[in-house]
């Protein structure tokens, strides 16, 4: 990754060379009968050598410092295929998948401790929208429907952190198609959507829902809201949905070459800027709130699962077989890290920089992090 750029490349630069230019070339338009040569004032040998080595250094510097921090697998007594992971800051957090696994830990994961399943159905995600309130989306398996009218997903909901979790059926909603996600803010507005093009929402944190009108018949995977009206879902058959008004309208956006994609995953960092991963290695990525994608390169063949962007330019994703790739000028390029684990990642999430998660098959939870702690790139001053 080319993090070290040229000078004349950096915005707060280009503008002070300029000005610079300028005043060196009106400097420079002298009267010839005034002009008298100077001594030489070139730096000495051992002086350039030194700044030669000075600028080296910072440009190292730059390049690597994002990048300092190692995964390490996280020890759990669990084989379950792990679905979600949630944490609510460094510390605390969850981690949920099949025959209702249920995982905790008060201590960014150096130890997890398996909690009493609330469910003995598959949990296929988890989601907080503050320390007490908490919702798990759950999956029936078909076989075990006793009739065509039970309803295939489900919610529980935590009052208390998660001590305590109880069923909520969506009333409002028939629910024959499986959940795969959901989605709520701290106002009681909720989404969850997943089989067949399913989106349901709830503007009373879940005591009651209702189906919206989806423009696709595919399976939904992935979705982000960054605030109550916009969001974006995205799915197979190369889906992606965005609407900007709750979800009572939504629109297809256009990409190109991508018809048999399956989009499973997408992190926005705001209203324009927004990044979407899939199989094959697929990346699109929109600079103008998804109206247009631009494919990018992500080096890796697997299928994504998940992508999360920290800001505009460092981002992360993970899938199938251990997959691990890194991003510091907003996927331009993307970098392969070690997992030290060779089992599908299916989700990632990160509190900040440095306190990250990605869980996935077997139990697999890693964690990245370092021993010292990776601040912020260091930055050229004006």
């Not at 000005?19 to 002009?35: N, T």
């Not at 730096?43 to 700044?51: D, F, G």
């Not at 907003?330 to 299916?346: C, F, N, R």
Request: net charge positive; charged share 20%.
């Amino acid at each position: 990754m080319e993090i070290c750029r040229k000078v004349g490349d950096l915005p707060h630069i280009r503008g002070h060379s300029l000005i610079h230019s300028r005043h060196s070339r009106r400097h420079l338009r002298l009267p010839s009968a005034r002009f008298r040569p100077r001594a030489d004032r070139s730096l000495p040998p051992a002086a350039c050598l030194l700044l030669l080595l000075l600028l080296t250094a910072h440009c190292s510097l730059l390049t690597t410092s994002a990048a300092t921090g190692t995964w390490r697998r996280q020890q759990t007594s669990s084989l379950a295929w792990l679905h979600a992971v949630f944490f609510l800051d460094q510390n605390r957090g969850w981690a949920v998948g099949s025959r209702g696994a249920l995982l905790s830990t008060i201590n960014g994961g150096q130890n997890w401790q398996a909690k009493s399943n609330p469910t003995q159905d598959t949990i296929r995600d988890i989601y907080f929208a503050d320390e007490l309130n908490g919702w798990l989306v759950c999956e029936r398996n078909i076989y075990d429907l006793r009739s065509n009218n039970e309803p295939r997903a489900y919610l529980m909901k935590t009052s208390d952190g998660g001590q305590n979790w109880e069923r909520v059926n969506m009333h409002g909603a028939a629910v024959e198609a499986r959940l795969m996600r959901a989605i709520f803010s701290v106002r009681g507005r909720g989404w969850a959507f997943g089989e067949g093009g399913a989106i349901f929402t709830t503007h009373d944190s879940g005591a009651s829902w209702m189906r919206l009108r989806a423009p696709t018949p595919f399976l939904l995977l992935g979705g982000t809201f960054i605030d109550e009206n916009i969001g974006w879902l995205v799915g197979a058959g190369a889906t992606i949905l965005k609407t900007s008004d709750g979800g009572e309208t939504w629109h297809h956006a256009s990409l190109p070459n991508a018809a048999n994609v399956r989009f499973n995953s997408t992190s926005f960092v705001d209203g324009r800027l927004g990044w979407a991963v899939g199989s094959g290695g697929t990346i699109y990525r929109t600079i103008n709130s998804g109206r247009k994608w631009q494919r990018q390169n992500s080096g890796v063949v697997s299928d994504l699962l998940d992508v999360k962007f920290l800001d505009a330019v460092e981002g992360w994703a993970v899938g199938k077989e251990g997959t691990v790739i890194h991003t510091i000028d907003g996927g331009l390029h993307w970098t392969i890290e070690q997992s030290s684990t060779p089992h599908a990642l299916e989700r990632v999430f990160f509190v900040d920089r440095t306190h990250g998660w990605a869980v996935g098959f077997g139990g697999t939870i890693i964690s990245f992090g370092t021993s010292s702690g990776r601040g912020e790139a260091p930055k050229l001053r004006r």
